[in-house]
């Protein structure tokens, strides 16, 4: 478990690993790495925990699951799930997810756990001490004005809303769907796999009002078989991006140098390696001048 700062309430709490002992064997034992490569971390296994949890019974898992990790029901439509999948990918009511109206703002795209890092002036990103180029997470050549810039990963865990949004109004320029394994997005897979260039991802070359043009990669994760994205070429800030299904996940932002000055209170928690709490729509930093 990792430590995670709470901005609202100004307090640090511990990260609740939703089937820790089941990643600590997995991941930490040379069976469960066996078990993982053959069976678990493909996406045949995530199909099929979808389908366990589409089932009418599987509704009983969604009382004990919402007391055990403290979810706030009255942020949710008020509705009837068919099935715990479909509570996971539940809406939220209107309003209570409002983006700053304040062009000038960086908005958090995701409920999530904020770290921010720095694109080296070669391209390459230090995230939880894997050393990545900003190559490998887009699957594609990186243009030299994002060296020097900023790599924001918002990790979605499973007491987040799982849907996401673009933070500024704007246009598609492509978008692509890069295929990859399912590892946890968790820190304990980070000592052994490079999962934001290994899982499957979907990579967005989006060109902003306010903040140039950006990456926006949504990253899926074990139990999570399916990055749904909008058919959307354009957007305002705030619009609904896509959702993931069943599990925890990632979105990456990439901001080229000098388009953002991200807030002091997330610099320092990350230069510490410990994660912000965010909502969406919560101001993470400001258009630089």
């Known amino acids: 478990m990792g430590k995670i700062y709470d901005r609202k309430n100004k307090t640090f709490y511990e990260d609740k690993q939703y089937g820790g002992n089941a990643l600590k064997f997995l ?8 078990i993982l ?7 045949g296994y995530s199909r099929y925990n979808a389908r366990k949890n589409s089932t009418e019974k599987s509704k009983e898992k969604i009382a004990p699951f919402v007391k055990e990790y403290g979810i706030n029901l ?49 391209g390459k990103i230090n995230i939880k001490n894997s050393i990545y180029t900003a190559s490998e997470i887009i699957g594609e050549e990186l243009s030299d004005d994002f060296y020097g810039g900023d790599c924001l990963v918002f990790r979605l865990t499973v007491d987040d809303y799982h849907h996401y949004s673009f933070f500024d109004k704007g246009r598609l320029i492509r978008e692509k769907y890069i295929e990859g394994r ?27 009002e306010y903040f140039g043009e950006c990456y926006q990669v949504e990253i899926g994760a074990l139990l999570v078989g399916k990055i749904n994205n909008k058919d959307v070429k354009i957007f305002e800030r705030g619009d609904e991006k896509g ?37 969406m729509g919560e101001r993470i930093g400001r258009k630089n001048a």
């Not at 399912?182 to 991802?201: D, G, M, Q, W």
């Not at 993931?244 to 997330?266: N, Q, W, Y």
């Open 27 to 34: 991941y930490g034992n040379i069976i469960g790495r066996i």
């Open 182 to 208: 399912l590892h946890t997005v968790s820190p304990i897979s980070a000592r052994r796999y490079k999962v934001f260039a290994e899982n499957c991802r979907s990579v967005s070359l989006i060109e902003t």
């Open 74 to 122: 009255d942020d949710f439509e008020d509705r009837e799930y068919s099935s715990f999948a479909d509570f996971f990918t539940r809406n939220i009511k209107e309003g209570r997810r409002p983006f700053s109206l304040d062009p000038d703002d960086l908005c958090a795209v995701a409920d999530s756990k904020l770290l921010c890092y720095k694109i080296t002036e070669d």
């Open 243 to 279: 959702y993931f299904e069943m599990g925890g996940s990632t979105c990456v932002v990439m901001l080229k140098k000098g388009a953002a000055i991200i807030d002091e209170d997330i610099l320092e928690n990350s230069a510490n390696g410990t994660e912000t709490k965010v909502l």
């Open 37 to 43: 490569k053959l069976f678990i971390a493909g996406k």
